[in-house]
């Protein structure tokens, strides 16, 4: 991945937090990782414990950012928020799997749309 890539996925990471924050959300990790993989965002949504994947894109020419979560992604994230459980030692009665597609069009402010409960 390049330099401009990995600042666009930071950026779109920095703007995904923000936008959980002003929602009310209370996050508890930020890009965790493992051999097995990253998981970007965990937060809190009151009781639930809310497993975030933020995609980033900077147009929608190849598709919108949600479309790049494919079923063997959400089942690769699956088990690594089990793993991040049994790690931390953290429970929660209600788990939750939601994708925030980050947008940066050129010259305009970045848009955020959370899809709470995605898979």
Same mark, same amino acid.
């Given at each position: 991945? !390049? *330099? /401009?890539?990995?600042?666009? &996925?930071?950026?779109? $990471?920095r703007?995904?937090v923000?936008?959980?924050?002003g929602a009310g959300?209370?996050?508890?990790a930020?890009?965790?990782?493992?051999?097995?993989?990253?998981?970007?965002?965990?937060?809190?949504?009151?009781?639930v414990?809310?497993?975030?994947?933020?995609? !980033? *894109? /900077?147009?929608?020419?190849? &598709?919108?950012?949600? $479309?790049?979560?494919?079923p063997?992604?959400?089942r690769?994230?699956r088990?690594?928020?089990?793993r991040?459980?049994?790690?931390s030692?953290?429970?929660?009665?209600?788990l939750r799997f939601?994708?925030?597609a980050?947008l940066?069009p050129?010259?305009?402010?970045? *848009?955020?749309?959370?899809?709470? &409960?995605?898979f």
């Amino acid at each position: 991945m !390049t *330099r /401009r890539r990995q600042a666009v &996925g930071a950026y779109g $990471e920095r703007c995904a937090v923000r936008h959980l924050i002003g929602a009310g959300l209370r996050p508890v990790a930020r890009n965790w990782r493992c051999p097995d993989g990253e998981i970007d965002i965990i937060a809190w949504d009151g009781e639930v414990l809310a497993f975030c994947e933020v995609k !980033t *894109r /900077r147009s929608e020419t190849y &598709g919108s950012p949600v $479309e790049a979560v494919v079923p063997a992604k959400a089942r690769r994230l699956r088990g690594l928020a089990v793993r991040w459980l049994a790690e931390s030692g953290t429970s929660a009665d209600e788990l939750r799997f939601d994708v925030l597609a980050v947008l940066l069009p050129r010259g305009g402010a970045a *848009r955020v749309e959370h899809l709470k &409960g995605a898979f």
